[in-house]
């Protein structure tokens, strides 16, 4: 049983840095794809990183230079460092999981068979 657990979320001002993480259990993921998704209210889910097993990356444009998606295979963690965080990233962050063995990660939710709980970032004005 697969299970993904995301911490570090919480309330920042606009400008300031949160780093989530997200704890995978239950599967070796090493050389699976990994990402972070985001939903905001009102608003489809949409990818914010992603990171292949050797550690390409892809970020989508709005978050680009702000953020970075990194993994640790020893500690099965992904983690998500946000700095200069605007209003507009206030949503609920998911991480994702697909643990078969990839060349390339599609930014594609639908591409992804576990899911963490989420984990809420507000970012205040």
């Known amino acids: 049983q697969v299970h993904l657990v995301e911490s570090g979320g919480g309330s920042v001002q606009s400008g300031g840095s949160l780093r989530l993480s997200c704890a995978a259990s239950g599967a070796t993921y090493s050389s699976g794809c990994m990402g972070w998704f985001r939903q905001a209210p009102g608003k489809e889910r949409e990818a914010v990183a992603v990171?292949?097993?050797?550690?390409?990356?892809y970020y989508a444009d709005s978050v680009k230079l702000r953020f970075t998606i990194s993994r640790d295979n020893a500690k099965n963690t992904l983690y998500l460092q946000m700095n200069s965080l605007k209003p507009e990233d206030t949503a609920m962050y998911y991480c994702?999981?697909?643990?078969?063995?990839?060349?390339?990660?599609?930014?594609?939710?639908?591409?992804?068979?576990?899911w963490g709980q989420g984990t809420q970032v507000t970012v205040s004005s």
């Open positions: 990171i292949d097993r050797g550690g390409g990356t």
């Open positions: 994702a999981l697909r643990p078969d063995p990839a060349s390339w990660c599609p930014a594609l939710d639908s591409y992804y068979n576990y």
